[in-house]
């Protein structure tokens, strides 16, 4: 599929300045993963022979998250042309003809809806056509800001590219645009972007001079239009947004493609790594964090909000229920409304149906957690673990004091706070002793009475 080798560079060293942010712009979550985490996650089936993150000063996140892949870093950062100069030198000596890499990938880390499907487009495009530079031409509705494609004769040649800054009206009336996608040879890739300069409205290195430099030396400029629904570039808050609600989509389609019934596909919200099994119902409203799975046949019913949690097949969630990280709810489990779960894992068919805290617990099979059962996991300095056994069942309004176990088949009664380990099989009563007063009511009321 790709030709014989190609590296990766991503461009994320640009400072963001219309994020208005304190966070690098790649690191910003587009379903739950940052922005350069989903391009990280469309060229590993085309195994790069390296990819390389330019990155800017005071970026060690962004280097952080996307490690292993080397991180080079652009200091200071004067432009796209730069970028790439920089991420070049990563790939010293390895680049044809003396090296294997035949050609070099170059990503914009702000275009979070590329698919591999895409890259593997322009891999092949390139294999069958080889030129000096590809480019991925979109046509957006609206080309504003995005680098014009002035093409030569209608044979897929690309003369140059035009910043939107630097256009003439003629030119910004063309509605073919660059996507912040291109590659270029390995064996011109240094040559044309040592020769790109700064004569532009910004003052910076643009990347987008590459195009008339190779054109001026004789060299092959092409283009293979793409989805605009794939490039789209996020530069603003209002583009991250739109971009989300394009991801969004993408996600709905392909979780009821593989099987799930979403009542209203428009409220449901998914994580990128969301993992559903077959014949998941999932209700209006419900948002899936990061690191979710869901096993065939479940029910995820409406407000429930669920992040970093494993749901067995056949359970039913909610409404109104929260599970967050380290939730594993096992075959058949019920988990009600206001619920919350955290660190806990309920085995087969264990209910927990109301008003509930599990946190750093186990719970055993088939247990019973009545409304209002609270594990006090944390006493304001460490957290402790809550264990309850197979068939065990808390009555409402329990709370279980951790470090604690309630063993196999125990009741505990309700209202009681447990402080000690309960054996199996034991009744515990834990609560204040009751005292009934026959007739005292009455007497009560009169005396009250009297007294107003
Ligand atoms: C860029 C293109 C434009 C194209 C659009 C596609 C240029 C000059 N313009 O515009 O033709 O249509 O993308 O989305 O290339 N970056 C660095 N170092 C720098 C500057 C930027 O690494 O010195 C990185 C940014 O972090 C970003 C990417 O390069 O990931 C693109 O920069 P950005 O400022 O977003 O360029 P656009 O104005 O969107
Ligand atoms: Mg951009």
Known sequence: MSPAGFAAIILAAGSGTRMKSTIPKVLHPVAGRPMIGHLLEVLHPLQPAETVVVIGPHMEAVARFVAPATSVIQDPPLGTGDAVRTGLAALDGRLAPRGAIDNVLILYGDTPLLTTAALAHLLAEQQATPAAVLLAGMRPADPGPYGRLVTGRGDGEVERIVEAADATPAERAIGLCWGGLMLIQGSHAAELVGALDRNNAQREFYLTGIVGLARARGLRCRMVELPVAELIGVNSRAELAAAEAMMQDRLRCAAMAGGATLVAPQTVFFGADTKLGRDVVIEPNVTFGPGVAIGDGALIRSFSHLEGAVVGPGAIVGPFA????????????????????????????????????????????????????????????????????????IGSNTALVAPVTVGDGAIVAAGSVVTRDVPADALTLGRGQQIDKPGRATEIRARLRRNG
């Open 322 to 393: 929260r599970l967050r990280p380290g939730a594993v709810l096992e075959t058949g489990v019920h988990v009600g409304n206001f619920v919350e779960i955290k660190e806990a894992t309920l085995g087969a068919g264990a209910k927990a149906n109301h008003l509930s805290y599990i946190g750093d617990s186990t719970v055993g099979g088939g247990a019973n957690i009545g409304a209002g059962t609270i594990t006090c996991n944390y006493d304001g300095v460490n957290k402790h673990r809550t264990t309850i056994g197979a068939g065990a069942f």
